[in-house]
């Protein structure tokens, strides 16, 4: 064993996996994999105003077809004893290797279950004007065979998607440089989509395998969220990023800065915070009518882009007493003025125009403050945060 944190929760094998797969002894509950996607071929993108390679390191280059197919059936029939018979397994991809992994997946007995497309909504320019830009890749998600029980999160997906079914196409950035403050993995995957995997795939006290590492940012993901993570990387620069990153997390301070960037996911929905005293909620609730003032004071709202991603409100006196609401139409306002919110029973007294947003007063929405609205220096200050911060995740 390369590494064993002293919580137990983070184990490294510093190795080829084709061989260490084989000596692990424990069963896990979810398989992550991040493998070799073998575009190591001379290929070109922008890194700002540069032309650079897309060449990864030796580990990604391929020597033929037949190689390709023969490496990833021999990682897929070794990991598939270790996953339990309810686990499920996640691997990467690009055209270049994806139709080879799912056809050996298929070969080892696996069924799958979605194949997610990552749609980046920030790709790197590639070089060339022969094809479209490269942006987007895929992810196989399979059941270890066709009648084996799998668990999903369905809830909590829907709740992260605004109440609807979450699809099978995610649109999260790439992996950001916040992500790369201990050292820098050529492939590193961004630690919001490894969290939407974990979170929809396992529960708290889980079992986690990446038997590709790299910088483990799998095993960062997993232990933020309370699972175990073994993995297993051939290359020992790699393997201590993910030791770096790993007692990173350990620091109170860190973790705080961590959580607060994986949490403000600018793909997510999000839910405008706003004060009112008690009898103006009162009224707002009763009417289907939030409003704030429009301008430039505590109590207004800065109408920025991701505003089209609001979608829900949630209603507080002094940072007590919280409802949920949906908006009736997602990212949309209006502006009144102090009399047009009169007409409607308020008795607006601060401006003399109004931002107004109308919500769904019938259904209370679900939810869980996570979030200490009491936390902040300015409790009445408007402020539009994630979804997520008032979910129950784990
Ligand atoms: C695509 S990268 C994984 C990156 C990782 N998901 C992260 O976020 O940092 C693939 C990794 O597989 C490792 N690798 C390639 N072939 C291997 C093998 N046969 N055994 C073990 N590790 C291998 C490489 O060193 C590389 O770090």
Not at 52 to 69: C, H, L, M, P
Not at 221 to 241: E, P, T
Not at 265 to 275: D, G, M, S
Not at 376 to 390: E, G
Request: hydrophobic fraction near 35%.
């Amino acid at each position: 064993m390369f590494y064993y944190s002293d919580d137990n929760q983070f184990c490294l094998y510093n190795g080829n996996s084709l061989q260490i797969l084989g000596q692990i002894k424990e069963q896990v509950d979810m398989i992550f994999v991040d493998p070799p996607y073998f575009l190591s071929n001379g290929g070109k993108k922008i890194q700002g105003k540069r032309i650079v390679s897309v060449d990864k390191g030796d580990w990604d280059k391929a020597i033929s077809v037949e190689y390709i197919d023969k490496f990833n059936q021999e990682w897929i029939n070794s990991c598939k004893p270790l996953l339990k018979d309810n686990g499920t397994i996640w691997i990467c991809g690009t055209f270049h290797n994806i139709y080879s992994v799912e056809k050996c997946l298929k070969t080892a007995g696996f069924h799958i279950i979605n194949i997610i497309t990552w749609q980046k909504s920030d790709p790197t320019p590639t070089w060339g004007e022969l094809h479209f830009n490269f942006s987007s890749e895929y992810i196989i998600w399979a059941r270890k065979n066709p009648k084996s029980k799998h668990y999903f999160n369905f809830e909590l997906m829907k709740q992260l998607n605004g109440g609807v079914p979450m699809p099978d196409v995610w649109k999260l950035p790439t992996v950001g440089m916040w992500e790369k403050t201990c050292g820098k993995h050529p492939t590193q995957k961004p630690l919001r989509l490894l969290y939407r995997i974990i979170l929809a795939s396992t529960r708290a006290g889980d079992i986690i395998l990446d038997p590709f590492a790299g910088s483990c940012t799998t095993g960062i993901a997993a232990n933020l969220l309370g699972r175990k993570f073994i993995g297993i990387d051939q290359s020992q620069d790699y393997l201590n990023l993910g030791i770096k990153r790993k007692l990173d997390i350990e620091d109170p301070y860190r973790l705080d800065i961590m959580q607060k960037h994986i949490a403000e996911n600018p793909e997510e929905v999000t839910v405008l915070v706003n004060h009112a005293r008690r009898e103006t909620k009162a009224k707002m609730i009763e009417t289907g009518i939030c409003y704030l003032r429009a301008g430039d004071s505590q109590g207004s709202l800065c109408v920025t882009p991701g505003f089209e991603r609001l979608e829900y409100v949630l209603l507080h006196t002094g940072g007590e007493d919280c409802q949920l609401f949906k908006l009736k139409k997602k990212g949309c306002f209006q502006i009144w003025t102090k009399e047009t919110l009169e007409l409607h029973g308020f008795s607006p007294s601060h401006a003399t125009y109004y931002i107004v947003l109308q919500f769904n007063n019938i259904n209370k929405s679900k939810f869980k403050v996570s979030y200490n609205l009491k936390e902040k220096i300015n409790t009445y200050r408007a402020r539009i945060r994630p979804l997520s911060d008032f979910l129950d995740l784990c």
